[in-house]
């Protein structure tokens, strides 16, 4: 008998300590070798240990829920044999078992072969040395070591590779012919790496999104609304419009809501200076509009939307937007917003999770409007159904005010006339 | 102190240290531990010196010859002697010429070498206890080159009487009568120096053949020369005891019937085998996962520990030190970015008999227990001019190519005979390339060469080999 130290590994990326969660072995458990441990957890993921003998446990490095160092001790073993504690110098690995058998074990250093038979040397007693894992003696693929070389290199794998050489050998040519080849016929694995480096907008993209990330505590809030209604009045004003009017999208009157849902929750049209710790709320309201573009994504600015009606605010969502796409926007007309509209149009999908335009602290995201199935007065019914996904700085906005705002311009989309009339509760969209 | 380093080699022989010096030319930041001076078992007690003596024995044998009888009209009035003292000068001289070599290129590689030995506290970090104090090191990467040691057998401590290889290689006086336990490569090779040195020589074998790693075609002539040379071979035999006489020592033997025999002995040479060298440096800290008796590792040399490396004896058989200095040179350019697997189609083994053994590849049975259909081609040494010339026609050597049928995709080639040895390169380069027999064949070798024999044999495969009758 004897004792083995299981020291707790390296489970990931050079971590100096785990923490355990939880023990599957309790002292004086008998385990067989690779039973479950233990769990634990690094930063990354959890990972299951399991043992690497069979023996019985004698002690447990700490209760659950503690950290343990990498490479101290977590389990003590009793093993048969002689395990690895307190054995300076354990028996010769050939493993005679009694003085009695003096004799020379058949293991002589046996290159290439495969350890001789067993039945003439006395190792019944320990188990046979394993031959090196891994190490063919012998592969499968027919090739040079310089082609084998160069296959690695490339990241192929040469068993794919027709060899046309003699017994089927693969030659260079072979190799450069299988490289040359476009991937239609077979398709084939891919290891080529193409690096860019991240300069000019995609650059600013990049900082801008990681710095909203990283320091804005997003919280996020999806509600749907009806459009009907909406879509009936839209259309009218569409079919019926003056020959200097632009044509309406949903967004104008989402331009509108805003105006107003934040006329009554100033909270959400405002930016923070976290560094000074210092909130500015704005009378005016200026409509950041995120638009991708050739060059990537860009928000122009629709300035003082509180000063324009429907269709002005239509006429300028199209100019600033076009100028962005245009690459003729000025810096004033890329800058400036206190609260953001995303759109994706046709691609809006369900739901989306907007990161917020730093130093704003609301960005409204626009999903596709689509009829769906909806009950209403305990019937089904279609309706033309769109979700609103919001995103709100939560260190400044709270959720329930968030919700507030939501509801508000829900109110409003669902009973358009409500966006025209001051003043009015808009505490309620349609009746469910 | 602590000295931080992007790559640790612990161990400076034939993996540890070619891995340090690649690993120095690519630019890592670079130390190796090593208790004693670099090289290795390989360097300073094995091959080399080995080598040297079996080289200085078979000058003294060539020479004796000469003085019992003349030959080739050349005669000795006496017989030569042997200054044992001036041997072990003129062999360590080779060895110290070859480790200074070694320590000059690893300085040029801008690798730091730190004298002592490493103790590991856990998978990165170790203490050195080098001349000027104790070192600690701490590395990213961290290349295990520990190697083996001589197995010993429970009954028969080394000490005294009873030697490894290490102390073989280095007598103060050479032994009258000299048992050897263990008639593996290293025993022959020793045994069959002494015994040209003039000693008495015995071997006592556990199994019922020597050489167990070749097959019986090949050891014959090995076989043959020992009988020649009054050696006797006590197979499928086991030593049990050495007890003392009147004159020395006698070494107590039973045989596979329990028949026991006492063979007198001034010392006896125990070879059955090397251990891979697993303790006493903290390697249990590491949290490596073992595989029997050997330290587990992927096809890349890595351990279950994130940048641990592991390569040569210590990883497994076979225990040669062209396949440790192989995975050296492939780990440093794994650890410095490039893609690199150990994936040999063969790993040659030599062994430096009377006469010279060396294998590449599948032999006939191996081939045959694979199931794979098979043409054997022989070709004797007694056939080739080079050969006869040089008196290596006599001893049975030949040459021996195994090959498919299907398509003639060489398998294999072995060979026994003087100077055998050094054909083991091309051997291992036409299995390397995939070479057929045609390809052994379609190759002009130079004549006179022992060389010519290989396309004779490989030609002898298809039946029309031109210098023998097929």
Same mark, same amino acid.
């Given at each position: ?188 694995? =891919? ?191 279609? =309706? ?10 939560? =260190? ?37 | ?56 024995? @078979? ?56 004298? @002592? ?354």
């Amino acid at each position: 008998m004897g004792h083995y130290s299981f020291k707790t590994p390296d489970v990931g990326e050079g971590i100096v300590e785990v923490e355990l969660i939880d023990w599957h072995i309790a002292v004086g458990d008998e385990v067989t070798e690779d039973q479950a441990l233990a769990d634990v957890m690094t930063d990354k993921a959890n990972v299951e240990l399991s043992s690497p003998v069979a023996g019985r446990v004698l002690k447990l490095a700490c209760p659950a829920g503690e950290m343990v160092a990498v490479g101290s001790e977590l389990v003590l073993f009793e093993v048969a044999g002689p395990g690895n504690e307190d054995e300076v110098a354990p028996e010769s690995s050939t493993g005679e078992g009694t003085a009695e058998t003096v004799a020379p074990p058949a293991g002589t250093p046996s290159p290439q072969a495969p350890p001789p038979t067993p039945a003439a040397s006395p190792r019944a007693t320990a188990p046979a040395p394993h031959p090196a894992p891994a190490i063919a003696s012998r592969g499968k693929v027919l090739a040079s070591p310089a082609v084998r070389r160069q296959a690695l290199d490339a990241g192929i794998d040469l068993a794919r590779v027709p060899g046309n050489g003699p017994a089927g050998r693969i030659t260079h040519a072979d190799l450069d012919a299988y490289i040359a080849t476009p991937a239609t016929a077979t398709p084939r694995a =891919r290891s080529a790496t193409e690096q860019f480096k991240v300069t000019g907008l995609r650059r600013v993209i990049a900082q801008k999104m990681q710095a909203s990330k990283r320091t804005i505590p997003h919280f996020s809030y999806v509600e749907e609304i009806e459009l009907d209604a909406l879509e009936a009045l839209r259309n009218h004003l569409n079919t019926n419009r003056a020959p200097d009017q632009p044509k309406l999208t949903l967004l104008p009157f989402l331009m509108v809501a805003l105006v107003r849902a934040v006329e009554r929750f100033p909270q959400a049209n405002a930016t923070f200076d976290d560094e000074a710790g210092v909130v500015t709320r704005y009378a005016g309201v200026h409509i950041g509009i995120a638009t991708q573009t050739d060059q990537g994504l860009k928000v122009p600015v629709v300035h003082h939307a509180e000063s324009c009606d429907l269709w002005a605010n239509a006429a300028e969502l199209q100019r600033v937007a076009e100028a962005a796409r245009d690459n003729t926007a000025t810096t004033a007309e890329l800058s400036g917003s206190t609260i953001t509209i995303t759109s994706l149009g046709k691609l809006g999908g369900i739901v989306s999770t907007p990161v917020l335009n730093k130093p704003e602290v609301a960005i409204i995201g626009v999903n596709k409007a689509e009829d769906r199935v909806v009950a209403r007065d305990g019937r089904m019914a279609i =309706r033309r159904m769109m979700n609103l996904s919001s995103s709100f700085d939560h =260190r400044i906005v709270d959720g329930y005010v968030a919700a507030e705002l939501i509801q508000a311009i829900k109110a409003m989309l669902e009973r358009p006339a409500l966006l025209f009339l001051p003043g009015a509760a808009l505490d309620q969209g349609v009746p469910r | 102190m602590t000295t931080k380093c992007k790559v640790l080699v612990v161990g400076g022989g034939p993996g540890g240290y070619v891995a340090a010096i690649r690993a120095g030319q690519l630019g890592l930041d670079t130390i190796i531990v090593e208790a004693d001076r670099c090289g290795g078992t390989c360097l300073i007690r094995g091959c080399i010196p080995s080598k040297a003596l079996i080289h200085a024995a @078979g000058r003294f044998e060539a020479l004796n010859s000469h003085a019992r009888k003349p030959r080739m009209g050349i005669s000795l009035a006496a017989a030569p002697t042997l200054d044992v003292a001036e041997l072990i000068a003129w062999k360590e001289g080779v060895v110290d010429r070859l480790n200074q070599g070694v320590e000059g290129l690893l300085k040029r590689a801008k690798v730091r070498i730190v004298g @002592g030995w490493a103790s590991f506290s856990d998978a990165k970090t170790c203490t050195v206890e080098t001349g000027e104090g104790e070192q600690t090191i701490r590395a990213e990467h961290v290349i295990l080159a520990t190697g083996s040691v001589a197995t010993e057998l429970p009954g028969l401590p080394f000490g005294g009487p009873v030697i490894s290889s290490t102390e073989a290689l280095s007598p103060t006086r050479l032994p009258a009568r000299l048992v050897i336990v263990g008639a593996g490569y290293i025993g022959l090779e020793l045994g069959i120096a002494y015994r040209k040195l003039g000693c008495e020589v015995s071997f006592v074998e556990a199994l019922p053949r020597i050489l167990p790693l070749f097959d019986r075609e090949l050891t014959r002539p090995v076989e043959q020369w020992l009988k020649r040379h009054g050696v006797a071979v006590h197979l499928a035999t086991r030593a049990k005891r050495l007890t003392e006489t009147d004159d020395g020592h006698a070494l107590e033997i039973t045989d596979a019937e329990g028949a026991r025999q006492r063979l007198p002995a001034d010392q006896v040479l125990v070879t059955v085998g090397r251990r891979a060298n697993r303790d006493g440096w903290g390697l249990e800290n590491m949290a490596v996962d073992l595989d029997g008796p050997f330290v587990r590792v992927d096809d890349q040399c890595r351990t279950s520990m994130k940048n641990v490396w592991a390569i040569g004896d210590l990883i497994g058989e076979p225990m040669l030190a062209h396949k440790a200095t192989f995975q050296g040179e492939m780990v440093a350019e794994i650890i410095a970015g490039h893609r690199r697997r150990f994936d040999p189609r063969a790993i040659p083994a030599v062994c430096f008999t009377e006469p010279e053994v060396v294998g590449v590849g599948l032999t006939p049975d191996e081939a045959k227990a694979q199931g794979i259909d098979t043409v054997v081609g022989r070709f004797p040494f007694a056939a080739n001019g080079r050969a006869l010339a040089m008196e290596a026609g006599g001893e049975g050597g030949f040459v021996r190519a195994t090959a498919r049928r299907d398509n003639h995709l060489l398998l294999g080639v072995h060979a026994v005979g003087a100077h055998i040895s050094e054909l083991a390169g091309e051997l291992s380069l036409a299995l390397e390339m995939g070479a057929r027999l045609e390809d052994l064949f379609g190759t002009i070798h130079a004549h006179p060469t022992l060389g010519e024999t290989l396309p004779e044999a490989a030609l002898s495969a298809l039946g029309h080999a031109i210098h023998i009758a097929n």
